[in-house]
Structures are given as structure tokens and as C-alpha cells.
């Protein structure tokens, strides 16, 4: 549905979400770093002449029915922006990948890390994931009057307890903080075991986001 002249925009989280899309005639990856004002000027900026906002990326599961890897598609968005998703641009992008699920996504623009906290949101506003930036997205396009829609891949569980050092490991734009990540290791050495565990379950989320991007830019 994109082109050259009316762009998608694609609103992520860090440069390696971004780098699974790669640089494709027709779509304008905008990786926002855990920099909310940033991403927000950046998505306006670009959003005169496009033709839709999609966020993509990363996502942690609020249900136990959700494993890492596994796509969803969101049909509404609650938190910080309470909204619905654009139908026609919904379908299409769950067409793109059929094993994916369908339901509502939660944004407050926080790394929800706590497991407790993740099964209590999923339970109080029936939201099966929660990203960082689709909250951004959605006031970007509704300002322009865009359609807006959400693709995320699962990169923690919904029992899955984030370290702290993972909450520090993004830079404003999307790089990775090395410094902070040691520095949190240093303080927190107890943590490098469930470090260690997140990592390789964001490896089996990467391969799942590289695999279902392809197929996602091929819709798109």
C-alpha cells in the first residue's frame, strides 16, 4: 500500500527492529530509542504525504496465551491513547501473517517489566500485549488524519520478569547502552542469570520478527 511519493511510516523501538525491515522503496522507518519526544517529532515530520502509520517491533505478552516469537495484530489500543485501529490496514496485515492474534494492546510509554504488573494490566483492560511507542504513533496519525495500525512480535512472556539492566539498555534513538547495561550488572550482579535468559529469548524473538518482516514488507 505504500509507494515513493505517499510513504508508510513504521514506528519501532530500536535500530535492529528497524534493521528487520530494511530500507524499502515505500516505507520510512522511525526507530524511537525509549525517546518519546523524539519519536513524536520525528513521526510529524514525516507524516505530511504519507500514507499510513503503522508501529512495529517488539512487544511483551500480558497473557500467559502468548509465547515469545508469536505476532499480534492490535484491533484497539488502550492506555495512555484509547483508540481503534484502522480495519482495512488491520486485515491486511494479519492476512500477511496468519498465525497471528488479534486484540487490544496496551502503551503507556514504560518497559512493563514486572510480571505481576503485566497479568494485571492484561486483566483490567483486556489487552493481550504492551508495547512502548503505539501510543505515539496513534496521536501522530491522528493529527494527520492517517490510518494507524499495530504488528508486534512477543519478546517476553507475560510471566517473564524483566532485569533491571534492560530497562537502561536503550539509547535515544534506538542504539543499545552499552555503559548502562554494565554499569546496572555492576550494581545488580544477581540479575545476569535472568539476563542471560531474556537475551536468548529476544534471539528467539529477533529470528521470528526478521521472518514475519519479510512477509509483513511484501504486504506493504
Known amino acids: 500500500m505504500g509507494d515513493v511519493t505517499r510513504p508508510v511510516l513504521i514506528a519501532t523501538g530500536t535500530k535492529r527492529e528497524a534493521a528487520a525491515l530494511?530500507?524499502?522503496p515505500g516505507l520510512l522507518v522511525i526507530p524511537g530509542g525509549g525517546d518519546g519526544d523524539m519519536l513524536r517529532a520525528r513521526l510529524n515530520d514525516a507524516a505530511d504525504g504519507a500514507?499510513?502509520?503503522?508501529?512495529?517491533?517488539?512487544?511483551?505478552?500480558?497473557?500467559?496465551?502468548?509465547?515469545?516469537g508469536d505476532w499480534v495484530v492490535a484491533d484497539r489500543l488502550v492506555g495512555a491513547v484509547e483508540t481503534r485501529c484502522d480495519g482495512q490496514w488491520t486485515a491486511m496485515l494479519a492476512a500477511a501473517l496468519?498465525?497471528?492474534?488479534?486484540?487490544?494492546?496496551?502503551?503507556d510509554g514504560r518497559l512493563i517489566s514486572n510480571a505481576a504488573e503485566k497479568q494485571m494490566l492484561g486483566q483490567r483492560h483486556g489487552a493481550i500485549a504492551a508495547d512502548m511507542e503505539s501510543h505515539i504513533a496513534a496521536t501522530a496519525a491522528a493529527a494527520h488524519d492517517l490510518p494507524f495500525a499495530i504488528i508486534r512480535c512477543i519478546s517476553d512472556g507475560a510471566r517473564h520478569q524483566l532485569p533491571p539492566a534492560i530497562a537502561v539498555a536503550m539509547r535515544p534513538g534506538g542504539g543499545m547502552n552499552v555503559t548502562a547495561i554494565l554499569a546496572s550488572l555492576a550494581r545488580q550482579p544477581g540479575q545476569i542469570p535472568h539476563l542471560?535468559?531474556?537475551?536468548?529469548?529476544?534471539?528467539?524473538?529477533?529470528?521470528?520478527?526478521?521472518?514475519?518482516?519479510?512477509?509483513?514488507?511484501?504486504?506493504?
Open 22 to 24: 530494511g530500507k524499502l
Open 51 to 68: 500514507s499510513a502509520i503503522i508501529s512495529f517491533g517488539f512487544a511483551g505478552a500480558l497473557t500467559g496465551d502468548l509465547a515469545i
Open 98 to 107: 496468519p498465525g497471528a492474534q488479534t486484540g487490544c494492546i496496551y502503551t
Open 196 to 220: 542471560i535468559r531474556t537475551v536468548t529469548g529476544f534471539a528467539k524473538a529477533m529470528a521470528s520478527l526478521r521472518h514475519g518482516a519479510s512477509r509483513i514488507a511484501a504486504a506493504l
